[in-house]
């Protein structure tokens, strides 16, 4: 059993509920040009997170009442934020699905796509600044050679 709390909006999973992994990551979405005579131009355009997915089961006596909470957050429509161990994403519930057992055995899947990274985010701006500041640099560096 996983050690780590997830928390959807204001859904806070216990116990059985808690995924034993989350699926979550990217790829850096790139445009490739050919040159003639085979040079290779890359442009880098930027991240694009994979949605987040994971399965868990909801059990005991409240296991309906439960699963009819987290459907009623995927049906809202609106971005929530998501949390686990440090993590931090504001992400739209694209799926949920409920496997009904018995009232007392509900196993779920769900799937989140990624609406922001607050983290990644800050990343990306940090990176950015830096590119300005090394710009502004050379700007006044070339000024001084003229």
């Known amino acids: 059993m996983p050690f780590f709390a997830v928390i959807l909006g204001g859904f806070s ?13 990217g790829r850096q979405m ?5 040159m003639i005579g085979g040079a290779r131009v ?3 355009l930027g991240w694009d997170p994979i949605d987040i997915e994971w ?3 909801f059990r005991g006596g409240n296991a309906q009442s439960r699963a009819m909470q987290l459907q009623s957050i995927a049906q809202s429509g609106r971005a929530v934020p998501l949390m686990w161990s440090g993590m931090f994403y504001r992400v739209l519930v694209t ?8 009232p007392m055995e509900i196993p779920y899947e769900i799937n989140c796509t990624v609406v922001s990274d607050p983290t990644g985010d800050a990343v990306g701006a940090i990176s950015s600044t830096l590119d300005q500041l090394v710009s502004g640099d050379m700007g006044m560096a070339s000024g001084f050679l003229r």
Not at 30 to 34: F, R, S, T, V
């Open 95 to 102: 799926g949920f699905r409920a496997n009904y057992q018995r």
């Open 30 to 34: 790139h445009a490739k040009n050919i």
């Open 13 to 25: 999973f216990q116990e059985f509920e808690v995924p034993e992994h989350i699926t979550f990551g």
């Open 42 to 44: 890359i442009d880098a």
């Open 55 to 57: 399965s868990g089961r």
